[in-house]
């Protein structure tokens, strides 16, 4: 049976001190927690080492926000997947839309990040959506079909038994909007069809589907309410305690 999981991406948010004091305060305020929701946090790499230490023995996983698309060498300034997983993180967050449009990272490349994640241990967090265009043209669906099949429908059953899905309608993002909870059951159920004539209906059912587009806790329950919505990947909400909390517990 697929887990509801509720994951917060920092972004290029939290200074060394800041982001101490969220993971401290996220601590805190989980301390008594006892739902049976997945909680991930991806805090910048500087700061992975030092928010893992704080948040062990918490229901609180670590994840990346990125990671180099070959293993080791001469790649100045990129960040392996054994450097990440050596901090103590679990988890890498795999073809955000950020990285996409800004660092042009195309599908062949996020195959690779994916593979190499995975034969390290650790699980990717994959995230795939369109941009207002494509879904005012009706190629929603579309796009996030091709985005699927040359990623992660690439994988063995095995594998991808091993992916979490984050769908972010690009258009949502930072910018205000919300897909509806119609709208977003809407792409979850096609997604989870999707996987279905990939794999079969067994793995289709199994996989954590994540929402991705400005969930705060004001919508967070009628999101998650619906049937194939897993939970969410939280952009700015995750930056407060006291909001990611209450999005973890809607």
């Not at 660092?103 to 990040?113: A, G, Q, V």
């Not at 809407?186 to 989870?192: D, G, K, T």
Request: hydrophobic share 35%.
């Amino acid at each position: 049976m697929r887990k509801m999981i509720v994951a917060g991406n920092w972004k290029m948010n939290t200074d060394f001190s800041e982001a101490k004091e969220l993971a401290q305060n996220l601590k805190n305020s989980l301390s008594n927690y006892t739902g049976d929701k997945g909680i991930i946090i991806a805090p910048p790499f500087t700061n992975l080492s030092e928010v893992g230490n704080i948040i062990k023995c918490t229901p609180i996983q670590l994840s990346s926000q990125n990671c180099a698309s070959e293993e080791s060498g001469a790649y100045t300034g990129e960040i392996s997947v054994n450097m990440i997983k050596s901090v103590g993180a679990e988890a890498v967050i795999i073809g955000h839309s950020e990285r996409r449009e800004y660092f042009k990272e195309s599908n062949e490349l996020l195959l690779k990040k994916l593979k190499l994640t995975l034969n390290a241990g650790m699980q990717p967090i994959f995230c795939f959506g369109e941009v207002l265009e494509e879904r005012e043209s009706e190629q929603h669906e579309a796009t996030v079909d091709k985005q699927l099949s040359e990623t992660v429908f690439k994988l063995t059953p095995e594998e991808f038994s091993k992916v979490i899905l984050a769908y972010e309608p690009v258009w949502a993002i930072g910018t205000g909007k919300v897909a509806t909870p119609e709208q977003a059951q809407e792409m979850h159920a096609f997604i989870r069809k999707r996987i279905s004539e990939n794999f079969d209906e067994t793995v289709a059912e199994n996989t954590s589907i994540l929402y991705g587009g400005s969930c705060k806790p004001n919508n967070a329950k009628e999101l998650f309410s619906q049937k194939d919505v897993d939970g969410g990947l939280i952009g700015g909400a995750s930056l407060k305690a006291e909001d990611f909390v209450a999005i973890i517990n809607a």
